[in-house]
């Protein structure tokens, strides 16, 4: 039996950057990873494009994990523009062109992965097992006790789930969760275009599908369609040349010719919010505690900052030389989490649903919606700096 402070299930974003940001306080700390080193440290690309706010990137830099990105590969988002089907009204949010006035800046995923790697390798009083996975934990007064399949056995303070929305240590910690399945399916790929985006991202909600187009450096973007399953596997199944006919098609060719330059990927779209991000001896970071729909793309920014307000709390507790579990401590954790995921959340299916709902009443409501949000210039500033998180 190894007895340790924190356990954390989970080396993805989250775990890795939690683990990073424990660095220096004395904790011991042991993440436990499915997939083999070696997948860790090669991320392998995804196709997911991480639009990241002005609070990641403060974040991400205080971990050190915003210098180990390629800057040839982090691509500034200027301007951002929401679109209703055919209608060519859209609602414009714009940087404004002042010095360092991005709205964010886009990411490859398994860039991040790899940084967020990288920055733990050599961390004192941090212990990586690799290849391995949970069996079984028992909460107790004074630690909890995690069984892995391996047969090794653990005594932690803590043990925090960060293995993704659909977490099996959430369920081993007995932590329930709504899900909700809309049903449909997200198709991601990088292409080559050919009138410039002025790297600006688009929403465009059209009818049948909702698309968004995510500016990357040069002339090249990513296109994010959302369909339902059968006509993502429709457009999978095209070769290179009839897949970029389709996708141009579906931008109604504003970007002129798009090429495929990488596989394209699918994920299903499942929207997850558990019903506690705490328990007994225990907490959930990352999307094990909220699984975002990306209509908003605040899901990576979520569950960034879950990471950062539970290692705030465990810092603290650590510097007093008290419990690190506490439950005042987790509770404190819990409030401000949800505080801040709660609303955008319901916010973000409210969203979901109304923009893809193609019956008449919904397409008036949601055109009159965006025409009264462009006519408030106080309500877009508020989007706008609730979208940067200045």
């Known amino acids: 039996m190894t007895s340790v402070d924190v356990v954390v299930v989970g080396a993805g974003p989250a775990g890795l950057c939690f ?6 306080s004395g904790l011991r700390v042991v993440i436990i990873e499915q997939q083999p080193r070696a997948a860790l440290a090669e991320a392998a690309f995804d196709g997911r494009e991480i639009a990241l706010t002005h ?5 991400l830099e205080r971990l050190g994990v915003w210098e180990r990105l390629d800057p040839a590969e982090i691509s500034a988002l200027r301007d951002a523009k929401v679109m209703d089907g055919g209608s060519p009204f859209a609602l414009t949010f714009a940087s404004g062109g002042r010095e360092g006035g991005d709205l964010g800046w886009l990411v490859p995923n398994h860039l991040i992965r790899r940084a967020a ?4 390798q050599g961390q004192a009083g941090l212990q990586v097992l690799d290849q391995a996975s949970v069996r079984g934990i028992v909460p ?3 630690h ?3 069984l892995l399949a391996d047969g090794q056995r653990f005594h932690a303070r803590l043990v925090v789930a960060a293995d993704s929305r659909f977490s099996s240590t959430r369920r081993l910690l007995g932590i329930g969760a709504r899900l909700r399945d809309f049903g449909k399916s997200m198709l991601v790929c990088r292409m080559q275009i050919e009138v410039p985006h002025q790297h600006t991202a688009w929403e465009w909600f059209g009818y049948g599908r909702t698309m968004a187009l995510l500016p990357l450096n040069g002339d090249q973007a990513s296109a994010v369609i959302t369909l339902p399953p059968r006509q993502i596997e429709a457009l999978l199944a095209q070769d290179e040349a009839a ?3 389709s996708i141009s098609g579906f931008f109604e060719h504003r970007l002129g010719a798009m ?3 990488a596989r394209p990927n699918a994920y299903p779209l499942v929207g997850v919010y558990a019903n506690a991000f705490v328990g007994e001896r225990c907490a959930l970071i990352g999307d094990a505690a909220v699984g975002m729909h990306p209509v908003t793309a605040h899901g990576f920014n979520l569950g960034l900052q879950s990471q950062d307000r539970l290692a705030a709390v465990l810092r603290r507790a650590a510097e007093r030389g008290s419990d690190i579990a506490a439950p005042g401590g987790l509770a404190a954790y819990e409030r401000g989490h949800r505080l801040a995921s709660r609303p955008l959340y319901e916010a973000t299916n409210a969203i979901a649903t109304l923009y893809t709902d193609d019956r008449l009443p919904a397409r008036v409501l949601r055109r009159a919606g965006l025409r009264l949000a462009h006519g408030v210039a106080p309500f877009r500033q508020l989007i706008a700096a609730h ?3 200045r």
Not at 19 to 24: F, I, Q, V
Request: charged share 20%; no cysteine; net charge positive.
């Open 259 to 261: 090429t495929p330059l």
């Open 144 to 146: 909890s006790e995690v």
């Open 55 to 59: 609070a990641s990137r403060q974040i």
């Open 19 to 24: 683990a990073r940001a424990l660095a220096g």
């Open 117 to 120: 790697w990288d920055s733990v």
């Open 140 to 142: 107790g007064a004074r």
């Open 387 to 389: 979208l940067t998180q």
């Open 243 to 245: 897949f970029g006919r």
